[in-house]
Nanobody, 127 residues
Framework: QVQLVESGGGLVQAGDSLRLSCAAS????????MAWFRQAPGKEREFVAV????????NYADSVKGRFTISRDNAKNTLYLQMSSLKPEDPAVYYC????????????????????WGQGTQVTVSS
């Protein structure tokens, strides 16, 4: 069983950058497809970015493409999300999620396919 703990959220101004981290323990992080999702108040949880276990394949939601970068350090069991040019529509609780069953097991943008979830970290953007 993998435990995930996000950190790095906070209050920033529009246009600023922020890096989120997700520390994993207790399981096979290096063998898991990992993703970031976010959920704003009153909205459904939405896909942000995904990365394969080796880090060779990455995909992003259109809304963050070119501004956010997902990465991982398997030696440190940590997933990252570098967020740049933050916009007023980016505020949400950001969650990391993991699935050990392989990138192609199911559609990577579906929240339901992920088995492991962190508790979330709040990102707030002031305009």
């Amino acid at each position: 069983q993998v435990q995930l703990v996000e950190s790095g959220g906070g209050l920033v101004q529009a246009g600023d950058s922020l890096r989120l981290s997700c520390a994993a323990s207790g399981g096979t992080f290096s063998g898991s497809t990992m993703a970031w999702f976010r959920q704003a108040p009153g909205k459904e949880r939405e896909f942000v970015a995904v990365i394969t276990s080796s880090g060779t394949i990455k995909n992003y939601a259109d809304s963050v493409k070119g501004r956010f970068t997902i990465s991982r350090d398997n030696a440190k069991n940590t997933l990252y999300l570098q967020m740049s040019s933050l916009k007023p529509e980016d505020p949400a609780v950001y969650y990391c999620a993991g699935d050990p069953r392989g990138y192609y097991y199911d559609n990577y943008w579906k929240a339901g396919r992920y088995i492991y979830w962190g508790q979330g970290t709040q990102v707030t953007v002031s305009s």
